[in-house]
Structures are given as structure tokens and as C-alpha cells.
T-cell receptor
Framework: DAGVIQSPRHEVTEMGQEVTLRCKPI?????LFWYRQTMMRGLELLIY????????DSGMPEDRFSAKMPNASFSTLKIQPSEPRDSAVYFC??????????FGPGTRLTVT | AQSVTQLGSHVSVSEGALVLLRCNYS??????LFWYVQYPNQGLQLLLK??????LVKGINGFEAEFKKSETSFHLTKPSAHMSDAAEYFC???????????FGGGTRLMVKP
């Protein structure tokens, strides 16, 4: 089992640019979660999907953030336009049951 | 709503000493409880889980946790710390609906040689 795969592992971009983070969940997992981790705010749940349908996006900070899951094996988190305060590590996690989650290695985003 | 308190954002122990990381949950008895570990520059990894089948749960790397209903606690312990145990540890019960995890603030464990 390859585990949750995220790409890219590191992303450096300039303010105002569009950023797309990608996630491939573990095969057979029905739930997919996007988290953001910063020193100041800790680990925050942004959005989660069940069977490719967004269930709760109340954690998405603002309209600049959007997430999609076009099929069971792929999800994206997009930030447009990006801002320096978006700098963080973004994690994707997947699970069969919502609460036993398996995390990817994360994408470290730096917005200058 | 379910929440969790991890006492001590930083814990420092000497190599070979007992590790004790505290976690208290706030609401009704959760059906499940988890401890996750995050090593530097990595994602969170499931360390162990409580599923009501047994109050003492053994996890990976020699860690264990005991569920105590009377104390609303699920503290994580390891008899002898190794340098490789230096990481951040998160206690996580499910929310009241059982749909997602409620992560604590995390405890950073430092191990001194």
C-alpha cells in the first residue's frame, strides 16, 4: 500500500499566483480530508469529502480557497490568489471510517 | 461538543526516562480515541487507538495508553524514552457525530541525551 500521496512536497510561489495542491488517497478509502498546519494555529481541518462529495467546508478560510474531488482517487486544493499568510503545511488524509485517518506527507507552501 | 486537552505543550525527558503525555477528553465517553505522532517534517502517523475492547492499548514503538473513564483520561506512556521518540504527539477523539477527529493542540516531546 503506497499510502496517501501528495504533490508537490514543496511549493514556493509569489503572492497573487494560483497554487494547486494534489492528493491521491489510499485506494478504497471513502473519506478524504484537507488540513492546514501552522505554528500559530496548529492543525486545522479545512474541508472533507465522503464518496467524492464535499460534506463540510466550514474550515475553508475564504473564497480564495477551493477544493474538488472529481473521482475517488484524486483531489485538489486550490488557492487563487495566494497570499503570504497562506504559507503553511497542507496535509491530505483519507480513511475508511471518518475517524481513523491516514495522513500524507504534506505539502509545504511558501508564499513570498 | 467533544474536545480534548493535552496538558503541557512541551515535555522534556532524559533518554531512558519514563514518558508520560497527558490527554483528557471533555464530553461523553467516546467510542474511540487515538494518539497520533508527527516526526519532524512528516505527516501524522497513527500511534495507537482505543476501541472499548480493552482499556489498556498497546501501540507502535513501545508506547501504550490507558483509557480511564473515571478520570476522562487517555494518557500516553512509554517506560524508557529513546532519542528517536522526539516528535509531536496528538490526542484525538472523534467529534460527537463520529464523523471526524478533534485534534488536541499537541505535545512536543524532547528527549535529552
Amino acid at each position: 500500500d503506497a499510502g496517501v500521496i501528495q504533490s508537490p512536497r514543496h511549493e514556493v510561489t509569489e503572492m497573487g499566483q494560483e497554487v494547486t495542491l494534489r492528493c491521491k488517497p489510499i485506494s478504497g478509502h471513502d473519506y478524504l480530508f484537507w488540513y492546514r498546519q501552522t505554528m500559530m494555529r496548529g492543525l486545522e481541518l479545512l474541508i472533507y469529502f465522503n464518496n467524492n462529495v464535499p460534506i463540510d467546508d466550514s474550515g475553508m478560510p475564504e473564497d480564495r480557497f477551493s477544493a474538488k474531488m472529481p473521482n475517488a482517487s484524486f483531489s485538489t486544493l486550490k488557492i487563487q490568489p495566494s497570499e503570504p499568510r497562506d504559507s503553511a503545511v497542507y496535509f491530505c488524509a483519507s480513511s475508511v471510517l471518518a475517524y481513523e485517518q491516514y495522513f500524507g506527507p504534506g505539502t509545504r507552501l511558501t508564499v513570498t | 461538543a467533544q474536545s480534548v486537552t493535552q496538558l503541557g505543550s512541551h515535555v522534556s525527558v532524559s533518554e531512558g526516562a519514563l514518558v508520560l503525555l497527558r490527554c483528557n477528553y471533555s464530553s461523553s465517553v467516546p467510542p474511540y480515541l487515538f494518539w497520533y505522532v508527527q516526526y519532524p517534517n512528516q505527516g501524522l502517523q497513527l500511534l495507537l487507538k482505543y476501541t472499548s475492547a480493552a482499556t489498556l492499548v498497546k501501540g507502535i514503538n513501545g508506547f501504550e495508553a490507558e483509557f480511564k473513564k473515571s478520570e476522562t483520561s487517555f494518557h500516553l506512556t512509554k517506560p524508557s524514552a529513546h532519542m528517536s521518540d522526539a516528535a509531536e504527539y496528538f490526542c484525538a477523539p472523534p467529534d460527537n457525530a463520529g464523523n471526524m477527529l478533534t485534534f488536541g493542540g499537541g505535545t512536543r516531546l524532547m528527549v535529552k541525551p
